[in-house]
């Protein structure tokens, strides 16, 4: 644990300055077959400080938490500041003033499991599989935690402390089918800590068995025929392409680097059907799976909206590109590591529900597919790109017919979300994402059942 409150250092700050104490706490354990294969915890506990002189940026850390770091951490920053603004001359006015407090603790009040706690929860899941099916190749259970805990202050009076934990469980099972190999997975993730979200293995059970279901299937499955198809995307997809494939080409920082987005603000970008949010804290009046109140700048935050009725309407903000676009600051400053700057990210980006059921949507499919899942992917600063699917099924004359083994989907996004014509009224979360602009760090993404028009591929 930290110090929850840095206001005693607040007489060190001048102009534009802050502090923030971070400690990540990383808990990982798998099992394959039944074997211990990863067993860690581990930390990083650490100060920075940055300072802005008319635009130029100095940072500095130190692995430190006392008030001897902090004082060594705030005076290189100050210099480096200093420094850059004698070669930059950029001669920006004052950053956006804006002051933000509060306290976010969201950890467990249930007494806490130990590692070995932990694995013996994973041996009776696993355990469960290895009895109960016995034909697979292989099969994996892992468990991991990620609490990451910071205190923060800035010049600007901001003060706030918060302690965000993620948990996951995941089980992935393995088969051999004509001498591929074929695998299919599946996740619990959420905010919490793993005595909040899990209880018994035994829970698990008829989750187990589902993932068990669908690899079968997948196994029977045939791959897609190749070309642009009408498809029905799951929730997954529908996050997954309004992460990568929008979300990044809307971060202010890579619309000032050149991404697509920077040419198209107020036209239209989607059917007019289609809203995209980067929410702060809370969704459709639920609580978001990476709840950001106040980001690494002090600034509350706020829903970013994106894109409403198919018009691109805002991108994400720090407070410099705040500045230099003229907007208000959304909050989407966060940094990974105590080592690392804060960098304009999503935090829970996904398409907004519609007005259609499921049923009715793969009814007024003739010929195309019903995808689900994805399993690698890249996107670009064009909006550009490609994912892999877990699988799905053909849809032929409105009914779902063979399962798919697998296929891969690409395009441009923004050409794609023109060709939306229906969206499921449910909403479904991924939070077990891991975004990786420089640092990695926590992402959550979803959205509704989406049909559009989209290139696939198969085998």
Known sequence: MIKNNLKEYAGLLSGY???RLQENRHTNLSLMKGNLVMNESRFARGISARACRNGAWG??????????AVKKALAAAFRNADFLDSRLKRGLPQLPASKAEGSYDLST????????????FAREADAYIDSKYKGLSGRRV?????????????SYGSSCYSLTPRTALM???????DGETVNHGSDVCSVGQFEDIFSRPADLFPWIDS???????KASGVYPEAGRKECILDASLAGILAHEAVGHTTEADLVQGGSIAGQLMGQ???????????????????????????????????DAEIIKDGVLTSYMHNRESALEFGAAPTGNARASQFSDEPLIRMRNTAILPGKDKLEDMIASVQDGYYLAGWTNGQADSTSEFTFGVKGGYEIKGGKLARPLRGATVSGLAFDVLKTVTMLSADMNWSALGMCGKKQSIPAAMGGPAVKCLMNIGGR
Do not use: W
């Open 171 to 177: 089980v992935s099972m393995f088969t051999l089918k």
């Open 59 to 68: 940072f500095a850390s130190a692995p430190g938490c006392d008030a001897a």
């Open 268 to 302: 239209q970008v989607a059917a007019p059907m289609v809203n995209l949010t980067d929410f702060a804290h809370t969704a459709l009046g639920k609580p978001c799976h990476i709840p950001i109140r106040i980001d690494d700048e002090g600034v509350e935050a706020r």
């Open 211 to 217: 993932i068990y279901e669908a690899l079968m299937l």
């Open 17 to 19: 300055s802050e502090l």
């Open 109 to 120: 009040q249930k007494p806490r499991l130990s590692q070995k706690e932990l694995v013996e």
């Open 142 to 154: 892992s468990i991991n935690n990620l609490d990451m805990e910071k205190a923060y202050l800035n």
